[in-house]
């Protein structure tokens, strides 16, 4: 296991940077950016999102045009996503009122490289927040699957629900799990073997990491397919994260580069300097109104599966 080579895949998506070739986090993070001002103003307008009580993010991907999302005929759809709002509310919520950008990493993964296997499947997001994963599993799932949002708090499950509603309502569902608790004590999860289980972001603290192993293990069995992302905060957690996963769990680790940037209307916020003009990663062009995003934080994304 070497997080420090990873980091470096996860850091760079516009240069190639060997292994090792990067001595402190700061020279990981700058190397996505011109400078470091425009690295502050990215971090600065990521965190100006999370107050907005409505974002509308888009995901260019081909897996989701047979919804009816289509925006303006573009290869993609548009999620509009409540989120708390406020600053006291998001606490208020155990941080979970915002969607935060390894949200966005693991949908934009799951629509390009999972879609023709989850037709069908059982999808559970743990720690979902506002479940912009969940909505785009909604799609991707189809008529026959299945996707349950969960977290651990009443008003972000009750977030949760009402933003799953706006994509699809016979399919989806959301719940309030407690890392730990038994599943058969909660309806919407009684008897259901999960296909997927996903989570972004929900590891930002080491108190959470022996709950989140444990919620893991309650809902895997021998076919369970699991997503983790998180957002790089210290290359020790994640280090330690992954000490702790690999007691129970095979861990692969995703390169993230290709889905680390977010494309929705910046309106509402002040973005000096870190779009990247009307045109997404592969140069083709996006809806109107909508903006390319860059990420000011690298992610690891690891695939998780049952040892033995």
Excluded at 81 to 90: F, P
Excluded at 242 to 251: I, N, P, T
């Amino acid at each position: 296991m070497d997080i420090g080579g990873e980091l470096v895949e996860a850091r760079v998506d516009l240069k190639e940077v060997s292994e090792g070739s990067c001595e402190s986090e700061d020279e990981y993070e700058l190397l996505r950016f011109e400078d470091e001002e425009e690295f502050c103003a990215a971090a600065s307008a990521c965190a100006d999102l999370y107050f907005l009580r409505t974002r509308n993010i888009y995901i260019d991907e081909e897996s989701l045009v047979k919804s009816c999302l289509d925006v303006n005929g573009q290869r993609g759809v548009a999620f509009l996503v409540d989120q708390r709002g406020s600053e006291s509310e998001i606490v208020q919520d155990d941080t979970g009122g915002a969607v935060y950008d390894a949200a966005i990493v693991l949908s934009r993964f799951l629509c390009r490289q999972e879609a023709g296997d989850m037709q069908g499947k059982n999808v559970l997001e743990l720690g979902a927040g506002p479940a912009l994963v969940s909505m785009a599993a909604s799609i991707l799932v189809g008529e026959k699957g299945y996707v349950l949002a969960t977290d651990g708090n009443d008003n972000t499950v009750n977030l949760a629900r009402m933003n799953v509603r706006r994509v699809s309502e016979h399919n989806t569902s959301s719940a309030r799990f407690w890392w730990g608790t038994p599943t058969e004590d909660i309806p919407e999860m009684r008897g259901i073997a999960w296909d997927y289980v996903l989570a972004s972001d929900v590891a930002y603290d080491e108190t959470l990491f022996a709950p989140l192993v444990e919620g893991l293990l309650s809902v895997f069995n021998n076919k369970t397919v699991g997503y983790l992302c998180n957002g790089v905060r210290s290359i020790d957690r994640e280090k330690n994260l992954r000490a702790m996963l690999e007691k129970h769990f095979k861990v692969e680790s995703i390169k993230t580069s290709e889905f680390s940037y977010s494309i929705e209307d910046l309106s509402g916020i002040s973005a000096p300097k870190f779009t990247s003009g009307q045109v997404n990663i592969d140069n083709k062009p996006l809806p109107p109104g909508f903006c390319m995003r860059k990420f000011h934080r690298a992610h690891l994304l690891w695939k998780l599966t049952l040892e033995g």
